[in-house]
């Protein structure tokens, strides 16, 4: 008989036993790791899944066997025929004694904490703390920093865990938080006082285990026992971060992170934490209004519904146009598709801010999805600020650097990113297109070490951003892109403007036939339109151009705010719901269909956008509309997957156009917190650091050349619109180029794209 082999255990296994329970874990792994998926409890609180290993709270000591002394379970590596004990008397002794001492300093505030009921400390002193503290002296105080304005602090608290300095460093990549002096006088800080500036900065909230460091919005607002928690998503960008809203009373008071490793991991950016504030803006729509003789009135549902339908029916089929939000709902697009089919409409379109659709573009999901971007070897980022347009995957591309991939980036900003570049082209914006195709051709050591480093990749992708997608030449940019793509074998990852792009094109929210795109429909104007969503002041490209073409038709706005440029440009209002406020799908990067439940309460009289477009069918008497619910609207909803360049429909050419010949070229991007209604009205958003405000920012050598200074204010005049702007020196900005953040008040008069004049003001 042959001898059996002794160990049968995995090559990358090792054997191990936890409190008896024979186990097998990862060689290289911890024995916290290992507990943790056996489901066996040790108490800790520096340790976390997701950052670097610490192991200075020394609250997950554990008895090994032949060990002469408890050892840390976060930092002691699985090792074959280990034995270990988790309740031990010399395990628990230990494990009592770390608690006592974590607590000598310790303020006994829980009664007026934030962060009582939910409180790691609370919870683990329950199990290990003594009843009665032998500690008799002074407790230290530490002085808190104003960390800006959405995290508060109370560092009395802290117990130097260090999470929220892992966080900073390893997650934001930003190095903001930081440990300062020794010993007993030991701090977590800033050192140099100034707020966080990540735009991740929310997550320490999630990581620290006391009340150190807690949500400054929601302050002393509710207890968590008092909330109820409803899954949402973030809608502000097209990844759709998992989240919960924790809600009382029809209000939502926060936003934390829900897990899902293929979105968001559990990590949450901070424009998803903290929107929820710009849903009780004061200039919600809360009912239903008409305009008569220039003059709005309140009125019913029925009058308004009538109104709406009067407009709509006497200018139907091709004098109509219907523009879409590219975060409106799968459902809602559905409605919209079936209603434009209703009224024979070929003009619809959720693709408000391309301004070349030359090559037909439509959103697609990702060639590389969102999870495997970590895990790329090479990366290039074309007319892409990865970090304000996406958060959550430059975090991705940040892990992907440490990992030793290789960025590189053509932009017509030197953007700031987390992660070391391996090359860089700052190009001016008219340029973009002929630097990406040159990289496939030229044998310059810029543009071959480009190409070699994609094409000698295993995982390579080219990234096309804001800038790239809604650029002029979008289409040669794609075209680019594509070419380069077969040529060194990566993958194309287009982000898309918009929470629900990929979706909206897959429900046909876009022109049929001899449709005309949006901006088609603004540079040749219709009778009436219907605008689903929009804030036509700040969320049109030409803002002169839709003004114009908006005035002098008859304008349907379905809306969840009555601002001023709906008000006036809008003859009906039909209130609507966002998305924390309906049942809903969207359909993330990936083509990843993610629902939503209702969390906060309608405010007023405003209705699911879907419920408010079946009934405006019925008034019109549109066939195809009889479901009386969302699942029987879901019932005839047939997605299907569009391409680029497949679908039969007419574009029109490029609208707008430029009145400057000269001057400098504008580079335009979305401001990280104004990149929707939403956004727009959100106080500690605005507040925040990365919240520039309007600015025109040039190349020092650009600045000399026109006698301009930092903080000098200019007047901006694209031919077509006029913005008074600070100037801000910026040696990142491409020679040629200016470079003016959209979603400002300020800054909405000007185009897209073209040129621009500055003329220095003087005080």
């Not at 008397?89 to 607590?103: C, G, H, Y």
């Not at 809903?584 to 993610?594: C, E, H, I, P, S």
């Not at 185009?751 to 005080?763: D, F, H, K, N, Y």
């Amino acid at each position: 008989m042959s001898a059996q082999p002794s160990n049968q255990t995995a090559p990358d296994l090792v054997n191990i036993e936890i409190n008896g329970v024979a186990l097998t874990a990862p060689k290289g792994s911890m024995i916290i790791q290992a507990a943790d998926r056996a489901g066996i409890p040790i108490p800790r609180f520096c340790y976390h899944a997701k950052l670097p290993i610490a192991a200075n709270c020394r609250m997950c000591l554990v008895d090994v066997e032949k060990m002469p002394k408890p050892a840390p379970a976060c930092a002691t590596p699985v090792m074959e025929g280990m034995k270990v004990y988790t309740q031990s008397k010399r395990a628990l002794d230990s494990q009592r004694n770390v608690m006592e001492f974590l607590l000598i300093n310790h303020p006994l505030d829980c009664p007026i904490c934030d962060q009582g009921g939910e409180c790691e400390l609370q919870d683990v002193s329950l199990g290990y703390g003594r009843s009665v503290s032998r500690y008799q002296e002074r407790k230290r105080v530490v002085a808190d920093e104003d960390l800006g304005p959405l995290v508060a602090t109370e560092m009395t608290r802290c117990i130097q865990c260090t999470r929220c300095v892992r966080v900073s460093a390893d997650i934001c990549g930003t190095f903001e938080l930081g440990g300062m002096q020794r010993g007993e006088n030991l701090v977590i800080g800033t050192y140099d006082g100034k707020p966080l500036t990540s735009e991740l900065s929310g997550n320490v909230i999630d990581v620290c285990p006391v009340g150190a460091l807690t949500n400054k919005v929601f302050r002393f607002r509710a207890r968590p026992w008092e909330l109820i928690a409803r899954e949402s998503i973030g809608y502000h960008d097209a990844l759709g971060s998992n989240l919960y809203l924790h809600v009382r009373r029809g209000e939502v008071l926060r936003c934390v992170p829900r897990d899902n490793e293929a979105v968001n991991e559990c990590w949450l950016s901070d424009r998803d934490r903290w929107s929820h504030q710009g849903l009780s803006a004061a200039d919600r729509a809360t009912v239903p209004m008409v305009k008569d003789g220039g003059v709005w009135r309140e009125t019913s549902w029925s009058e308004a519904l009538t109104a709406a339908a009067d407009i709509l029916r006497v200018q139907s089929g091709e004098t109509l146009g219907i523009l879409v939000h590219p975060s409106t709902s799968n459902e809602e697009g559905a409605a919209l598709r079936a209603l434009a089919d209703g009224l024979s409409c070929p003009n619809i379109d959720h693709r408000i801010g391309l301004l070349d659709v030359a090559d037909r573009p439509v959103a697609e999901p990702f060639e590389v999805p969102v999870a495997e971007l970590e895990n790329a070897d090479a990366v290039l980022l074309v007319g892409c600020n990865i970090r304000h347009e996406v958060p959550l995957l430059h975090q991705r591309l940040l892990k992907a650097s440490k990992r030793g991939a290789r960025i590189f980036a053509i932009n017509p900003v030197d953007f700031e990113f987390a992660f070391a570049l391996a090359g860089r082209r700052i190009v001016p914006p008219s340029a973009l297109a002929d630097t990406l195709a040159a990289v496939e051709s030229d044998d310059d050591g810029e543009a071959q070490a480009i190409r070699s480093a994609l094409a000698a990749a295993g995982r390579a992708v080219i990234v096309l951003g804001e800038i790239a997608e809604q650029h002029p030449q979008a289409s040669r940019i794609r075209a680019a892109a594509r070419s380069l793509a077969t040529a060194t074998g990566a993958g194309i990852d287009r982000i898309a403007r918009g929470a629900n792009a990929v979706g909206l094109a897959r429900h046909g929210v876009l022109p049929s036939g001899t449709g005309l795109d949006a901006q088609g429909m603004l540079a040749s104007p219709r009778s009436a339109y219907l605008l689903h969503g929009i804030e036509p002041g700040q969320d049109l490209p030409d803002t002169v151009l839709a003004a114009t073409a908006l005035a002098s038709a008859g304008t349907v706005a379905l809306t969840a705010f009555a601002c001023e440029s709906t008000r006036r440009l809008a003859d009906v209002i039909l209130p609507i719901g966002l998305l924390p406020e309906i049942e809903a799908t969207l359909t993330n990067l990936d083509g990843r269909d993610q629902s939503v439940q209702a969390g906060a309460a309608l405010p007023g009289q405003a209705r699911p956008g879907w419920k408010v477009l079946r009934s405006l069918a019925e008034t019109l008497g549109l066939p195809g509309f009889d479901y009386t619910d969302l699942a029987g609207l879901r019932a005839g909803m047939r997605p299907t997957s569009i391409q680029s360049g497949s679908r039969p429909a007419s574009d029109s050419a490029q609208a707008g156009g430029q009145a400057h010949s000269d001057g400098l070229e504008r580079i335009a991007t979305v401001a990280i917190y104004g990149a929707d209604a939403v956004l727009r009205r959100c106080p500690a958003l605005a507040a925040h650091p990365l919240t520039r405000g309007p600015e025109a920012r040039l190349h020092p050598e650009q600045a000399l050349a026109l006698g301009l200074s930092d903080g000098a204010m200019a007047r901006v005049d694209d031919g077509r619109g006029i913005a008074t702007l600070p100037v801000r020196i910026d040696a990142g900005v491409a020679r040629g180029a200016v470079w003016i953040e959209s979603g400002y008040a300020a800054t909405a008069p000007l185009l897209p794209a073209g040129r621009v004049q500055l003329t220095r003001i003087e005080s």
